[in-house]
């Protein structure tokens, strides 16, 4: 027999009322849906009579129902699966999921197909071995609330990423229903309380937000949120815009982050998710709900195309290394042999090549009289105006007006090629335009028209970035990323023009993003590094330390492969955790260099010949602390403060410090691992206090009372 009150629990979470009954055995729940009044009238045993209690609720002006469980979970699935819709949402999720497919593949031929294309990631800093997709769908019946981070570069996989996974959970996970946003699409989103919301309201809107919560804790309906970086907005230039306005959306997902809730956000690998403060933010939150990072490295070019056209490629001459970029591999792996062998007779007009095909496919599809530089012009005055006002997508009433009104000579000039008795009216030209393969015109509702990728919208942005005059461009940083992997297929001398129009603006970035960008785009380092800390850095076949200063700057799980560094250039400077493979450096090392190496390995002596002294404690009185103690203490019980810090990021210990080189704070380190004080936690970057032993911490820093 079903327990009376879990199932009173199951029907009034759903806004069900209980009505009392002459019969024991008989339990009747009743909701008002607009003027319907409904009764499920539930027998708690297989020999119970319900048609009197049926007849009398009909004569009241109920609709009845007869319902007979077996089991209390299978009420609640009953429920679940009639108030969310779970056949018609489930079609409504596919739909979508071949609407957005269509338009990868579709712009370029009419017979190209969509596959998903698997690539190498890592989760939580180890290899993956099934597929991003697969890696997130094994963990959904973890019994712990979890946050899943997806993160890769601008164009690499996000979004593809996250609508396979929707698509995987609404055809094979028959229990669950996922709720799918991309935030790029709603101009809310600053307000990120309000975002969810609106995305909850959005996808169901015949529910309660409340309810929608409620089984989003219970596990059933996983949350996938495409775009997180989207509403970080980090300007550039601006060092105060940091965790701070970020938090805030963190501690609203961490409020559904209970029971058995699971949130995937995809975003792109960003300064702040990588800083101190955010992972002090998880280790407050660590007994509360899992974190699992999963880290999408570039695609591989033999992934996406056929060994024939690969091969063609390459006796083209074609710089594959270059070719990493998604939306140029799906192009070159959809269109078709003729196409496809005009556009390899010349590596170096790939990029304009892609472009101008797409607008001649575009002129064909919707009769447009517009040439194709006519076209670039009209989409590059769109990207013009989201870096002005810092947005990437908005309402197509916004995208219309602005068409309009930057383009009227433009668009009557096209206009005045069509025969007059097949003319089209400005409006409909301009909403041909607005329908623009480049364009995403999938938004329903508030859902914004933007770029129909990353690269695309990258191209624009880079253009927008070069002709700035000043060479001071500062625009908001998001916009970086795609301008440069839009111009890594480029030519050498495109990309310097690149890199010397965004010199200026890369001086205020993160160091990995300072390195990495300057890598891309010159193959060199001519940028000085000091004072920072660079995480999961790879690089091979790069000179460090020939044209710019590196100082003061920790490097933590970097892989250097056959990279030149040169000494004198490099001072108080630390690698923990890094490997060299067949790197070298010059043949004198001068002793004021002040390089150190923490748990790293290499092939060829390469440490050893720049430091063979390991970092060790001092061999003074152990138990006394000397003033770098004290500082490094400090970092986890800062003074004045009653509360302590239980993980800190080693890199941020040594580099923000004007006061200590790295190797006293090294061996006080040391030292404090000795003491026991401080460990090292699982992830190596990191440095974790002993809680058992703060009595003792707080006495040697003078907080005992």
């Not at 490097?555 to 890094?578: A, D, E, L, M, R």
Request: charged letters at 30%; a negative charge; aromatic letters at 10%.
């Amino acid at each position: 027999m079903l327990n009376k009150a879990k199932l009173k629990k199951a029907y009034e979470k759903y806004g069900f009322e209980e009505h009392a009954t002459a019969d024991e055995n008989i339990v009747i729940f009743s909701i008002r849906t607009g003027h319907y009044h409904n009764a499920d009238i539930i027998p708690l045993g297989s020999d119970v009579n319900v048609t009197k209690t049926i007849y009398e609720y009909q004569e009241l002006g109920f609709a009845c129902q007869t319902k007979t469980y077996s089991s209390i979970a299978e009420v609640e699935f009953a429920l679940f699966s009639g108030f969310f819709n779970l056949d018609a949402t489930r079609r409504r999720l596919l739909r979508d999921y071949k609407e957005f497919t269509d338009s990868i593949v579709k712009i370029h031929s009419d017979n190209a197909n969509y596959s998903y294309i698997k690539t190498q990631y890592y989760v939580n800093n180890k290899v993956g071995e099934l597929s991003v997709t697969k890696e997130i769908l094994s963990r959904l019946d973890n019994p712990k609330p979890t946050l899943f981070l997806v993160e890769a570069a601008a164009g690499f996989g996000k979004t593809c990423s996250a609508y396979e996974l929707v698509k995987e959970i609404a055809k094979t996970r028959t229990e669950l229903l996922p709720l799918f946003s991309e935030l790029s699409r709603n101009r809310q989103a600053k307000i990120f309380r309000y975002v969810l919301l609106d995305e909850i309201d959005r996808s169901f809107p015949l529910l309660s937000s409340s309810l929608v919560r409620s089984e989003i804790k219970t596990g059933k309906v996983p949350v996938v949120l495409d775009g997180f970086d989207e509403l970080l907005h980090e300007s550039a230039t601006d060092d105060n815009n940091s965790f701070e306005t970020t938090e805030p959306m963190l501690e609203t997902i961490s409020e559904l982050l209970t029971d058995r809730a699971k949130v995937v956000l995809t975003t792109r690998r960003t300064a702040i998710l990588d800083g101190d403060q955010f992972h002090q933010w998880m280790n407050n939150h660590e007994n509360d709900f899992d974190v699992i990072r999963l880290r999408i490295q570039e695609p591989c070019i033999e992934d996406w195309l056929p060994l024939e056209r690969l091969n063609k490629i390459i006796e083209a001459g074609f710089p594959i290394e270059n070719l990493s970029n998604p939306v140029l591999l799906s192009f070159l792996r959809c269109i078709s042999d003729k196409e496809f062998s005009e556009v390899t007779e010349d590596s170096t007009q790939l990029v304009d090549k892609y472009f101008n095909s797409m607008m001649e496919r575009e002129r064909k599809r919707q009769d447009l009289m517009m040439k194709p530089d006519e076209q670039y012009s009209i989409l590059r005055s769109i990207a013009d105006d989201m870096i002005e006002f810092d947005y990437t997508s908005e309402t197509r009433e916004y995208i219309y007006s602005l068409i309009f009104e930057s383009n009227q000579e433009l668009i009557e000039k096209a206009r005045k090629r069509y025969q007059p008795e097949i003319r089209p009216t400005t409006d409909e030209l301009i909403n041909k335009l607005t329908s623009h393969a480049l364009l995403d015109r999938k938004g329903k509702g508030n859902q914004g028209i933007g770029f129909v990728n990353e690269f695309v919208l990258g191209n624009f942005c880079a253009d927008n970035i070069i002709d700035n005059l000043d060479m001071e461009w500062d625009g908001d940083k998001r916009f970086i990323a795609p301008a440069i992997q839009s111009y890594l297929p480029r030519s050498i001398e495109e990309k310097e023009i690149l890199w010397e129009s965004l010199k200026f603006v890369l001086e205020f970035i993160s160091g990995f993003d300072k390195l990495k960008y300057n890598f891309d785009l010159t193959g060199q380092m001519r940028i000085d590094l000091i004072g920072e800390t660079v995480e999961e850095l790879v690089v091979s076949n790069i000179h460090l330390g020939n044209l710019a200063t590196i100082k003061d700057t920790v490097f933590i799980g970097c892989k250097f492969t056959s990279c030149h560094f040169h000494i004198p250039k490099i001072k108080n400077t630390t690698f923990i955790n890094c490997d060299f493979y067949n790197c070298e450096t010059d043949k004198i090392v001068s002793e004021e260099a002040n390089i150190y190496f923490v748990s790293c390995s290499d092939n060829n002596k390469f440490i050893i010949n720049i430091n063979p002294e390991l970092v060790t404690s001092t061999e003074e009185d152990e138990e006394v602390l000397n003033k770098s103690d004290i500082y490094v203490l400090e970092k986890f019980y800062p003074r004045g403060s009653q509360t302590f810090h239980k993980h800190r990021a080693i890199g941020a210990i040594c580099s923000q410090n004007k006061m200590y080189p790295h190797y006293e704070i090294l061996q006080s380190i040391e030292k404090l691992k000795k003491l026991s004080y401080l460990s090292v936690p699982d992830k190596r970057s990191f440095l974790e206090i002993n809680i058992e032993l703060i009595g003792d911490i707080k006495t040697v820093l003078g907080k005992a009372q």
